[in-house]
């Protein structure tokens, strides 16, 4: 069987509403591919702009190559 990695980088996201009446909002990105999850540290410094430039790799076997979300 055959596998394949993905990789990839998660920058930034931008103008997120701020759901926290007090406090600070801890903003994280979860990325899911073919059944694993993975996820960006905590940015509390940019609150509803959060930029975290993080690089994923994902190891997907090729039984799950064609079954991505669209």
């Not at 103008?15 to 990325?31: N, T």
């Amino acid at each position: 069987m055959e596998a394949r990695y993905f990789y990839f980088t998660v920058h930034s996201a931008r103008d997120l509403i701020d759901v926290r009446h007090s406090g600070e909002m801890k903003v994280y990105a979860k990325v899911s591919i073919a059944g694993k999850s993975k996820y960006t540290k905590v940015d509390l410094v940019n609150k509803t702009n959060p930029e975290w430039n993080t690089r994923f790799c994902f190891f997907v076997p090729e039984e799950n190559r064609y079954t991505c979300c669209y």
